[in-house]
């Protein structure tokens, strides 16, 4: 087993490792910025090193000075959370090149994902189910034209260097191809510098449903059930819950043995997740797989009632799976509390935490690395919490959520607290009938909040 860590990241995810390292009796070494020398991640960790200043180009993705980091402390490993390095290609090699475990995917792993179009070719060939579309790269409108007629209008363009809707356009009919294909190729060029494109048959409004993996370095995998993030807005997550409500035994079944397919084609090791796009239907799509941990890994934990990021570390460390998959016992939600004011369009809202009271109780759980005092920089992710309710049933897991987003207090800033109120008590929500396009249509009256 290892005897340090190297968390290279801030934040709730860096107090998170940290927890689990200390948990193992692993050493740990947080990095940070200047801007973070009051964090919670800096106090609890064995060791700190301040790597640069607040910029995340200066510091938090400074390759050499988190080598350096980890040198001078004598670090065997290094967890890299999620954003930041997490799935940089880059990174992985010059930790291993120094002898040093990147607790995650190889860099060809990271490669063969980033790039979407060959990610989709690579699980087609596996037998993952994709969605019908262009074979590998779409190179001139002329082409487009053609795959597009022959799969039948509306289709969407996407950049193969994407992810997250950068580069991704809806093209309702041949008319606007042209004019849709070449923006999405300069947004692309400008956001990636790359302005690969490939071309799929569009899904009408698609739930977001991944499916958790884990894998070793002998080469098994196994799935610990799904995750539903369908709650998202401009492509940020907002509310994950498992399991699905949309979710069959049959469909899980064999969402899990799609995504297990697609770990083993790739002889992943790690946790990791397979996200794909689901029809009303319930006909399921390949859409992207993560290599790292996720924000949402929380409620999956709560329902499978193990610690995701001990078993990242043990595999890291060479020990194997058990190989059984997991069918979720309970019912788990994450809302993701952000520094943004969902009154003006969750317009980031950083500052001074006055006053803090955080929820706690029967079947509540709180990530966070915030604490009354505590100045939120504007120079990062505006994620400050995540509130997870546990339960035996989906209701009951919403009324807790309810009862614990009333009891949290945040003086100083605003958060995304109300909008959370608003969800756990609207009807489609409620419903379980949440899809992608759910919160593009509606707007929630904040008018009776204090
Ligand atoms: C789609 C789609 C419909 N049809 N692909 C958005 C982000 C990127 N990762 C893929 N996305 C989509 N791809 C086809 N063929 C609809 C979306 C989509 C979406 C997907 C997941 C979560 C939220 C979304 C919001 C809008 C559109």
Known sequence: MFKKILIANRGEIALRVIRTCKEMGIKTVAVYSTADKDSLHVRFADEAICIGPAPSNESYLDIPRIISAAEITNADAVHPGYGFLSENSKFSRICTENGIKFIGATPEQIDGMGNKAQAKSTMEEAGVPCVPGSKGLVKTTAEAKKIAKKIGYPVMIKASAGGGGKGMRFIPSEDELEELMDSAKRESAACFGNDDMYMEKFIEEPRHIEIQIIGDQTGNACH???????TQRRHQKLVEEVPSPFMT???????????????????????????????????????????????????????????????????????KISGKNYTPQLHAIECRINAEDPINGFRPSPGKINELHTPGGHGIRLDTHVYSGYAIPPNYDSMIAKLISVAQTREEAIAKMKRALDEFIIEGIKTTIPFHIKLMENETFVNGGVTTKFLEEVEFDYSDMK
């Not at 610990?224 to 369908?230: A, G, V, Y």
């Not at 899980?252 to 397919?261: C, F, L, N, V």
């Not at 770990?263 to 397979?274: D, H, L």
């Open 249 to 319: 035994k049959k469909l899980r079944d064999e969402m899990g043995q799609a995504a297990i397919k697609a770990a083993k084609a790739v002889k992943y090791e790690g946790a990791g997740t397979v996200e794909f796009l689901v029809d009303k239907h319930r006909k399921f799509y390949f859409m992207e797989m993560n290599t790292r941990i996720q924000v949402e890994h929380c409620v999956t934990e709560e329902v499978v009632g193990f610690d995701l990021i001990r078993e990242q570390i043990k595999v890291a460390a060479g020990y």
């Open 224 to 230: 610990l059930s799904e995750r539903d993030c369908s």
